[in-house]
T-cell receptor, first 112, second 113 residues
Framework: EDQVTQSPEALRLQEGESSSLNCSYT??????LFWYRQDPGKGPEFLFT???AGEEKEKERLKATLTKKESFLHITAPKPEDSATYLC?????????????FGDGTTLTVKP | NAGVTQTPKFRILKIGQSMTLQCTQD?????MYWYRQDPGMGLKLIYY???????DKGEVPNGYNVSRSTTEDFPLRLELAAPSQTSVYFC????????????FGSGTQLSVL
């Protein structure tokens, strides 16, 4: 059974204070690891897909990295508008496309 | 494009009532999904469909039913609502390619009292 564990559950940062969110996973044949951002009262929005260990992707202040057991979402010099819940999900090779297994998320609060 | 549209946004049901959550997408995606999200938790897959006329159970299907008569629409039916079905429901879709991202609707917040 595929499993995704995210830590910490909640993270409070001061504006400009860099940090990282962790996503540990177990899956039989990784097809893709996804990061989504979810704002209160809204559906998740796609951020990144990572396919193989060693891969990295960046978007503005966010950088996602992948190893064989975990992924990190690095946030550099965060701003209050980065406050949201960040969800990690995996898809296995054996599943139909889109049958993603999600973690419980990390709720990030950035104070000005 | 509107993307994935869900209605209603909010609903309160009494125990034992039934209702249908509507989901439609205008991206001509083949694959559609229903997830539920409980407070502070991740998303759990209820049902999914890989095309019109084809549906299958996900991780938590009990108490729900779906149908897929067209590519665009994927309604979720709750029969005999129970308090355990209080949750936020998200519909999502993809075209079905390798490692594709999910497109989500804005959700339906359902309370069963």
């Amino acid at each position: 059974e595929d499993q995704v564990t995210q830590s910490p559950e909640a993270l409070r940062l001061q504006e400009g204070e860099s940090s990282s969110l962790n996503c540990s996973y177990t899956v039989s044949g990784l097809r893709g690891l996804f990061w989504y951002r979810q704002d209160p009262g809204k559906g998740p929005e796609f951020l990144f897909t990572l396919y193989s260990a060693g891969e990295e992707k960046e978007k503005e202040r966010l950088k996602a990295t992948l190893t064989k057991k975990e992924s990190f979402l690095h946030i550099t010099a965060p701003k209050p508008e980065d406050s949201a819940t960040y969800l990690c999900a995996v898809q296995a090779h054996r599943t139909n496309a889109g049958k993603s297994t999600f973690g419980d998320g990390t709720t990030l609060t950035v104070k000005p | 494009n509107a993307g994935v549209t869900q209605t209603p946004k909010f609903r309160i049901l009494k125990i034992g009532q039934s209702m249908t959550l509507q989901c439609t997408q205008d991206m001509n995606h083949n694959y559609m999904y229903w997830y539920r999200q409980d407070p502070g938790m991740g998303l759990k897959l209820i049902y999914y469909s890989v095309g019109a006329g084809i549906t299958d159970k996900g991780e938590v299907p009990n108490g729900y039913n779906v149908s897929r008569s067209t590519t665009e629409d994927f309604p979720l039916r709750l029969e005999l609502a129970a308090p355990s079905q209080t949750s936020v429901y998200f519909c999502a879709s993809i075209n079905g390619g390798v490692g594709e991202k999910l497109f989500f609707g804005s959700g339906t917040q359902l309370s069963v009292l």
